[in-house]
């Protein structure tokens, strides 16, 4: 057992300790509080350093050079009483196909609207608006990708002319015009020509629309076409990258 000695040694130490505890734990230690976090850079306000921040983000993806950018709890305190994010993206609803991991961005950068096909509608079209009407977001891509399964489908369906069952004849009838194109030009993969057809003539309806026209005219936004190789994780510009 131990002796008097050796109590009382046990329990100053444990004292000091407690103590120690309670100091470095307690609210009025300002290194305790928790503090927000600053981006890892500045987001860019024009077209211009907007498309390079993701293709460069891009380039990470294809490299594993990720650096996962702003995804952290600090982050989203920061975050958490607005936002301004630099770039609209329109995809594929595509599983493989995610822009946040394929242009290597953090949250708050990126305002996703996603549809079969990206094909467009009135509530698509609206939420693809939203960024550089309110925020001045300066960039919209519309990213379509290699053996898109809903082109696939509509290019089969059109081809046979067979509808498809419920609102995915919907996607069909929006993907129309590609399909006629992509059948004028007689590729060796029809249903690929098609998907990147109807990449750019979304971006064209998105660049001709009449509330973002005006902001496209006068050079702080842009509309940017792009497709992605699910082989190699790389993305195309196919039409109108800033310069």
């Given amino acids: 057992m131990a002796d008097d000695s050796e109590r009382r040694t046990l329990l100053t130490a444990a004292a000091t300790l407690t103590a120690a505890c309670l100091a470095g734990c307690s609210p009025a230690d300002p290194a305790a509080s928790p503090r927000p976090a600053e981006p890892s850079s500045a987001a860019p306000r024009t077209p211009e350093a907007a498309y390079e ?21 600090t982050r989203r305190q920061l975050l958490a009483a607005g936002q301004q994010p630099y770039g609209a993206v329109l995809s594929c609803i595509d599983s493989r196909v995610p822009p946040e991991l394929v242009f290597d961005t953090g949250l708050g950068d990126l305002f996703v609207m996603r549809s079969g096909g990206a094909t467009l509608g009135p509530v698509i079209t609206g939420s693809v608006e939203y960024g550089p009407m ?39 009838e929006a993907l129309r015009p590609a ?65």
């Fill in 53 to 73: 921040r993701l293709m460069a983000g891009n380039g990470r993806w294809v490299s594993n050079a990720l650096r996962h950018p702003d995804r952290d709890p």
């Fill in 179 to 243: 399909y006629e194109q992509a059948a004028a030009e007689r590729h060796a993969d029809p249903a690929d020509t098609m998907a990147r057809a109807q990449v750019k003539l979304t971006a064209d309806a998105l660049r001709g629309n009449q509330d973002l026209a005006p902001l496209v005219a006068k050079g702080t936004l842009a509309v940017v076409g792009a497709y992605y190789s699910l082989d190699t994780g790389e993305v195309e510009t196919l039409n109108g990258a800033p310069v």
């Fill in 134 to 172: 309110t925020s001045g977001t300066p960039l919209i891509v519309v990213l379509g990708h290699q053996r898109c399964g809903a082109v696939s489908a509509a290019y089969q369906a059109l081809r046979a002319d067979r509808p498809l069952p419920g609102n995915l004849q919907a996607i069909t």
